[in-house]
């Protein structure tokens, strides 16, 4: 009788984690177990960008502007990127999935509400000091996408308000959209 009831919870066992790999539902298998390795996903840890790489983002507009090609930063979160054109600016992109524009710090600007191609955004203006400017656009409550500017030369906010803007509006299209 207990080697029938072994092998009948056996058979229950080998039923139910059979039943849990389908091809026809999409996901990944996860281990289990004592001696599992976790399974990582960026989209498991929260993080809206999945893939999505700031330096993506920021190439084909600096490229054509004749800046030096882009270079992985990590001063607002793991994905940034930067790049300059010496004589004219800094920019950088950086995607924060970890928190969104009102979290935000406008540093020594303000934090002046916008759109971005329809999305929430906030712009500011002297952020880093004269001649800078970020534009963040939100990516749902708890994520965003920054677009900074730092001239090198002597220019004004705007200048670089003007240039965050359409840094962020090229990269716009591409970002995901957050609940």
Known sequence: MASRLCLGSLLAVLAVAASGCSSDLPGSAVASGPNATPVQSANRS?????????????????????????KVETYESDNGCGTAKRGYASVSIYLVPEAGIDKLSPGQ?????????????????????????????????????????????????EEACALSREIAEAAEPKLPRGN
Not at 46 to 70: I, Q, R, Y
Not at 126 to 138: F, L, M, N
Request: charged share 20%; with cysteine; hydrophobic share 35%.
């Open 46 to 70: 929260g993080d809206v960008f999945g893939s999505l790489k700031a330096c993506d983002l920021l190439e084909p507009t600096t490229t054509a502007k004749g800046f030096e090609p882009p």
């Open 109 to 157: 600007g303000t934090k002046v509400p916008a759109k971005v191609n329809g999305r929430d955004a906030v712009e500011i203006p002297g952020d880093a000091g004269t001649d800078a400017c970020t534009v963040a656009i939100a990516v749902g409550p708890d994520a965003r996408m920054t677009a900074s500017t730092t001239l090198e030369q002597t220019g004004t906010n």
